[in-house]
Nanobody
Framework: QVQLVESGGGLVQLGGSLRLSCGAS????????IGWFRQAPGKEREKIAC????????TYAASINGRSTISRDNAKNTVSLQMTSLKPEDTAVYYCAADPFCGSYLAEWDYWGQGTQVTVSS
């Protein structure tokens, strides 16, 4: 059974930091890229970071670039997203997902987690 489980969300102060984790099971984790997405109320789900399989190269959306780091541990089947300098606009439900190629479209992603809420308070 395929599972992706996010953790680490919660209420964070403006300017604070958090570390989101994604635990995976039930599929060949090291053969998949893992992405982080978020969906704010009334907005579309957007991809904010992706780490490839193979060389673990990372890409970031402009909205979090420079203040975030994605990493993966293939031995533990986990991916983490460290975010700093949090802003109210970072408030959203955060999801991790798996796809072999860091696809550009949501429909390309094979597996999804249930999401974890992040709320940045000012």
């Amino acid at each position: 059974q395929v599972q992706l489980v996010e953790s680490g969300g919660g209420l964070v102060q403006l300017g604070g930091s958090l570390r989101l984790s994604c635990g995976a099971s039930g599929f060949a984790f090291d053969a998949y890229a893992i992405g982080w997405f978020r969906q704010a109320p009334g907005k579309e789900r957007e991809k904010i970071a992706c780490i490839s399989n193979g060389d673990a190269s990372a890409t970031y959306a402009a909205s979090i670039n420079g203040r975030s780091t994605i990493s993966r541990d293939n031995a533990k089947n986990t991916v983490s997203l460290q975010m700093t300098s949090l802003k109210p606009e970072d408030t959203a439900v955060y999801y991790c997902a798996a796809d072999p190629f860091c696809g550009s479209y949501l429909a390309e992603w094979d597996y999804w987690g249930q999401g974890t809420q992040v709320t940045v308070s000012s």
